[in-house]
């Protein structure tokens, strides 16, 4: 399991929409040394509703026959019981799909496709982690806040869906391109430091 975020540097900032231009001065796209990122070490105040519906009974079916899951998604399951504080299937299962905020860092988590089945998620916490695909996000189109620092992500293109998004951490990981971004003419702040972007075009039309 990998180690928090060394302490923050007072130079280096999130990249708000006032400030976008500045972030190419600044190097925030990839000759920044270290991420200057919120604390998500812990989670937000749990939000409930009365959601239940598939998705909620296809974590429940995953749950139940763990053997069709690979070996990272059973781990997956398993941190989520943790979250839950539950082994008992059903009972995980309505929990889960009633929270709006959901915090799994430090979870040396890779694959996250059980994820798609919490669409009312409003806020995503998963830094720290290895997760590459982000494939199952694309059907989290109510998240507001995603943290995703410090991971392997290198595509962004199952993003482009989530138009709702208002905040996106996307520190030290491997993107290369922000063109997936351009739509998301919600976002008010956006952290990219240490990763390989050269371009900022894609998000130019997200400045005020």
Do not use: K, W
Request: with cysteine; net charge negative; glycine share 4%.
């Amino acid at each position: 399991m990998r180690s928090h975020f060394p302490p923050v540097s007072p130079i280096v900032r999130p990249i708000t929409r006032t400030a976008l231009s500045a972030a190419v001065l600044l190097g925030l796209c990839g000759g920044a040394t270290r991420a200057d990122v919120v604390d998500l070490s812990g989670p937000s105040e749990t939000d409930l509703n009365e959601t239940a519906g598939s998705e909620a009974l296809s974590f429940g079916q995953f749950c139940t026959e763990p053997d069709r899951l690979t070996t990272d998604a059973q781990h997956t399951l398993s941190v989520l019981s943790r979250v839950a504080q539950t082994d008992d299937c059903t009972e995980a299962s309505r929990y889960l799909s009633t929270v709006t905020s959901l915090t799994l860092n430090d979870a040396d988590l890779t694959d996250i496709s059980l994820l798609a089945a919490f669409p009312q998620l409003t806020e995503l916490y998963l830094d720290n982690n290895t997760i590459a695909d982000l494939t199952p996000l694309a059907h989290l189109t109510q998240l507001q806040v995603l943290a995703l620092g410090n991971n392997t992500v290198q595509d962004l293109s199952s993003l482009a869906a989530l138009t709702q998004l208002q905040v996106l951490y996307l520190n030290l990981n491997q993107i290369q391109t922000l063109a997936p971004l351009t739509g998301l003419v919600q976002l008010t702040e956006l952290a990219l430091s240490n990763n390989a972007v050269q371009d900022l075009q894609p998000l130019s039309g997200l400045v005020d």
